[in-house]
């Protein structure tokens, strides 16, 4: 008796690990915000969260497809199940809670303002008064200087990387946006000679990160996604992919 | 199928966007149409300097698409270093001049060629005639050409002006907040195509309803030669 039951049970459990390795998984990626994701001109993506999402696939031992999608369209996109999961440096906020859910946080990172060398001594609501602020639309940043920059005017732009080529262009006074993607978009780049930091970094909200957005509906994804990123920050695999694109702690842990 | 609240708060910015849409097409109409007046006379033109000209003109503008035109001059443009130190740049950074001179010139090509075709489906007699009553070229242009050829015009050049009020939805593309914006705003932070989309292309829709509408009147007015009412059976000859 007991060792049918175990038998069943076996084979139950059989059942399901080959149901779950046989479901292909969809990621939502951006393609557009080195080094976390860039598209080669091959069309072939490569970076940070592409890196995530496969190491994830792997612990999960699930086929995996990487769907490339703009910006803006990506959590309608993950809703109306183009895919499954987004993994696209996309900040885990109250609004966004509403419409998705999110897996722990898989890297945090600081958000700065960049200008010409010397142009603001800090970044004051007074200093920037009547100044031309350059932001991503639809972010938190957007928000947070809406909420905390009414004196100043603001350009809001379509993506994080025409947040630079505006600033470049010369279309805003100063930018705000992610201390990486400034860095490795701009700053390191030859259009951003002349272009820095201007006062000190600085955190959105507490403790908000970035996370894999699932579907509210997929509990059960968002707990094997949870505990996959657990096993690649134990076992080593996160560092080693990490320090492959940052020379300092992206871990927010 | 709409959710009225989510509609409700953002019809402010609907219209702030409508605002905006409306400008758009109606600065780059104007400057199209005044612009389109003389390069149609050219493009008719039997001087091969003066057609040649205008017909590249209209083909490379009509040959390529409104998107890339807008990135090229907003983007491309702001790359060159000498372009921004240049005396007109201060035009160029600006997305509403970038915007203006993209839909006008792409609105010219357009309007040119449909007034050239106009222009060429003049009756002969007509022109004859005023010849032989020895109007000069200008005269029998502002007399009997143009009062002619922009009838002819009319219904085609109602579809232009539709066509290029969708057009302006690509102004979205370089931070200005039209309908199109507005929507993808909306879709963005409430995840619904009714509530956002649904919504632009109602407004939309009005739009194109009553453009159509003024030039169903103006055909009216001015194509009413076209639609005397026939009295009776036409007498055979």
Known sequence: MIRKLLIAAAFAALTTTSALAQQALRIGVEGNYPPFSSIAPDGKLSGFDIDIANAVCAELKVTCTLVQQEWDGMLPALNARKFDMIVASMTITEERLKAVDFSDPYYDVPSRWVGKVGSFPDVKPETLKGKKIIVLRNSPRAKFVQDNYKDSEILLVAKETEVYMELAAGRGDIAVGSSVVSSEGFLKKPEGKGYGQIGDTFRIGTGGGVGIAVRKTDGDLKARINAALKTIRANGTYKAMAAKYFDFDISGS | MFDWPV??????????GLRVTLILLAIALATGF????????????QNKWLSMPVFLFTYVIRGTPLLVQMFMVYHGLAQFEWMRQSAVWFLFKDAWFCAWLVFSISTTAYTTEIFAGALRQTPSGELEAAQSLGMTKLQIYARILWPGALRRALPQYSNEVVGLMHATAVASTVTLVEITRVARDVYYNHLSVTDSFGVAAVFYFVLTFTVV?????????????????????????
């Open chain 2, 34 to 45: 005044v612009l389109s007046i003389p390069l149609a006379m050219a493009r008719v033109s």
């Open chain 2, 213 to 237: 509408g003024i030039f169903k009147l103006l055909e009216k007015r001015y194509l009413k030669h076209l639609n005397r009412k026939v009295s009776g059976p036409v007498p055979a000859r």
């Open chain 2, 7 to 16: 509609v409700l708060a953002a019809l402010p910015d609907f219209f702030r």
